[in-house]
């Protein structure tokens, strides 16, 4: 089949699975004397959420006060760029630090065979091998959750990778796949009864009778009492499905209080959504504060690209699907106690695929022999100043339906280039936009062909990184 995740499991991926058990042993008999001071690490990854779909990224319309107060408590980011202008492209290139074309990831999977390759440098990997217990908690998308991916490796069968084979000692997800995750999407009883069909560590977990939302902040907080028990630093990757569709009614009293505001139908639903799943991050952060824990954490919290439907893309253009900057460009918050200088905001340039680079310097992890795209942004973090960087780089299918409202801007795309102020939207034919961000950040004003020499110039780096050649690892180099 066209692209490297589609490859059939090679004798090599074999040896990879019979020895992961062992593997994983290994890993995490790193002395604990080596680790002690660490911080621990979460990142809260929201689905769907949009730049404006948070009071303190100026929504009219939904209060998000434990956000907010988080982001009081770190840095705000105002032009934070997401992998992708959908789902599974978005977390490919936050778990690896890559462009998810080097994985020739364009669109988002439809949960068949397509699946992130286990030979992938990951974050939790590199953190598992460096002492970090490593914990993977909600939506994942990227392979080898169906049922019959998971029961094979419970039986020791070879089978798509999962959240074990990418470096998580742990995981709590919903099932993936036909006919579990389509019919509670139809019946929209994903959040409500998401928690009858639950896989843990790649056995069926027992029902709990909870919300969704709820359960995965439970499940987080469960693995931290442990790990501090055995004072053990952690990474807990906590990947809410809200506010992706379905839209249903969230738990009292957040539906009440948009009902009385005057919401009604799906965006009623929507804002109470977003209303929940604030209340449920400000019962982790308030946990965290309580055992004494939040002051050795180091938190993030980003959306996987921009909103669908009912969210808000804030002052830009286009939402989920779209290359224009509604369906990019996504919150950010950096929170780490002591060293990120409190309330401030920061105009920098980052991109999801500087996540583990940054998280790496960190922590003192060397990956300089890593052939990764993003770039550590701790400097930035801890003094906020201005980051010189390369352009940036986008590739998508085309994706004829607009998830949100309104008609897909014009023109349509499918490849985006960012080099400072400058953009550069391109189809199959050609360059199709120029934008100054600079100037025009909503992009109103196509600028294509005022500009021939800077025109010229990101034309012919889009085109490099489009048609670099892939290697036997998945990475494209550029020329």
Request: charged share 25%; glycine share 8%; aromatic share 10%.
């Amino acid at each position: 089949m066209r692209s490297i995740y589609f490859r059939k499991i090679t004798p090599i991926f074999i040896c990879f699975f019979l020895f992961a058990c062992e593997e994983r042993e290994k890993h995490n008999t790193v002395n604990k004397e080596d680790v002690a001071g660490l911080p621990n690490i979460i990142i809260l990854l929201a689905d769907d959420l949009g730049y404006g779909d948070l009071s303190i990224y100026g929504s009219q319309s939904i209060e998000t006060p434990n956000i907010d107060a988080l982001a009081r408590e770190g840095m705000r980011f105002s032009q934070f760029y997401s992998g992708s202008a959908v789902c599974s492209p978005s977390r490919a290139c936050l778990l690896t630090g890559k462009y998810p074309l080097r994985y020739d990831i364009r669109q988002h999977f439809n949960d068949n065979e397509e699946h992130l390759p286990e030979t992938s440098i990951t974050l939790p990997k590199l953190l598992r091998d460096n002492g970090y217990k490593t914990v993977h908690i909600g939506k994942w998308h990227l392979g080898g959750l169906r049922p019959i991916d998971f029961e094979a490796r419970a039986a020791g069968n070879t089978a798509n990778p999962g959240p074990l084979q990418h470096g998580f000692d742990h995981y709590l997800t919903s099932i993936e796949g036909a006919p579990t995750r389509p019919k509670l999407i139809k019946e929209r009883k994903l959040y409500r009864e998401g928690g009858k069909y639950m896989i843990r560590n790649d056995r069926r977990a027992d029902t709990i009778n909870k919300h969704w939302t709820e359960i995965k902040v439970d499940e987080a907080i469960s693995k931290i009492d442990i790990y501090q028990n055995e004072n053990a630093p952690f990474f807990i990757n906590l990947w809410f499905d809200v506010p992706h569709t379905p839209y249903e009614p969230a738990p009292e009293p957040h539906l009440s209080k948009y009902k009385k505001l005057g919401a009604t139908g799906d965006q009623l639903y929507f804002r109470s959504m977003v209303s929940h799943l604030d209340a449920n991050i400000g019962r982790l952060i308030s946990y965290l504060k309580e055992k004494g824990i939040f002051e050795n954490t180091i938190i993030l919290f980003t959306s996987d690209n921009g909103p669908a439907f009912q969210g808000s893309p804030g002052p830009f253009s286009g939402g989920k699907t779209d290359l224009h900057e509604g369906g990019l460009r996504v919150p950010m918050l950096a929170v780490w106690k002591g060293r990120i200088p409190e309330n401030t905001h920061s105009f920098n340039t980052l991109h999801m695929a500087d996540i583990l680079p940054t998280l790496a310097d960190a922590v003192g992890i060397n990956i300089d022999n890593l052939e990764i795209d993003g770039i550590s942004a701790l400097p930035l973090l801890e003094n906020n100043n201005y980051v010189e960087r390369e352009a940036l780089y986008w590739q998508m299918d085309l994706y004829k339906g607009f998830q949100n409202q309104g008609p897909k801007p014009l023109p349509y795309a499918t490849s985006g280039i960012v080099q400072g102020k400058w953009k550069m939207l391109m189809d199959s034919t050609g360059p199709a936009a120029l934008y100054d961000l600079a100037q025009d950040h909503r992009e109103l004003y196509n600028l294509k062909g005022k500009h021939p020499f800077v025109e010229k110039e990101l034309s012919s780096k889009l085109e490099d990184f489009l048609m670099a050649k892939r290697d036997t690892t998945g990475f494209i180099e550029i020329k």
